[in-house]
């Protein structure tokens, strides 16, 4: 498990590190950007502005202001990136955290199958893309996995987890309990699953009911596991098994047919 680390000194050296993630952030977006362009052509076509200048703003900024509060806000309660922050500040990660790699990589695997087979057995969610093979859809899907593993993880665990923890715990004397992680975990899955339905109603999901319990439903789950991993080992856990999650879901699974 992370280890919680003084507030004073998290507040001095956060900036370097909330940088870093949100260069990956803006790499990430750049890399999602054919895959838009297969499931969004109509409105890609209509950007007259650099993709740069969107991830910039769009993933970039965002990512480096909500990253450094999540990082000054959590660090104190052991939500943490404790392998990043020894990379960028010259430590020793092995004092900071006990690793746990293929943990992320399997819970991401299976939680990623599971959505797979859980959406398999309720209405197919968004339209057939046409015209692109199953090798064409993996690679763009595959590019399009650095961004749930980065942008997502830094906005919805790093950040949005660390602030409802610090939330309920300053109702509790600055003192956290197990339970109010366990509800920030689920809020910010639950969350996590709704930002999802704008981007399902622009490539032509039907607003039903049905629908847009699946959507919450299944991207919750991913985010319910990368939340677990992140109280206990570190955003870099949940960064991982996101990656290997949507992996699943946008390579494996349009390989297969899916």
Known sequence: MSVALPLSSTRRSNLKLALLLSAFAVIATLAL????????PAAMSKLHVPFLIIAIVQAGIPCFLLGWLGLSLGSQYGLDAPWLRAFVYRNQPESIVRTHWRLAVFAGVLAGALVVGLNLLGPRIGPPIEGISPAGQAWRGALASLYGGTAEEILMRLFLVS???WLFALFNRRQPRSWMFMLAIVLSALLFGFGHLPY???IGVSHTPMLISEIVFLNALVGLVTGTLFWKYGLEHAMLAHFGADLVLH?????MGY
């Open 200 to 202: 399902a109603f622009a």
């Open 251 to 255: 390579v494996a699974a349009p390989l």
């Open 33 to 40: 950007q054919p895959y838009l362009a297969m499931t969004m």
């Open 163 to 165: 602030l409802l923890v």
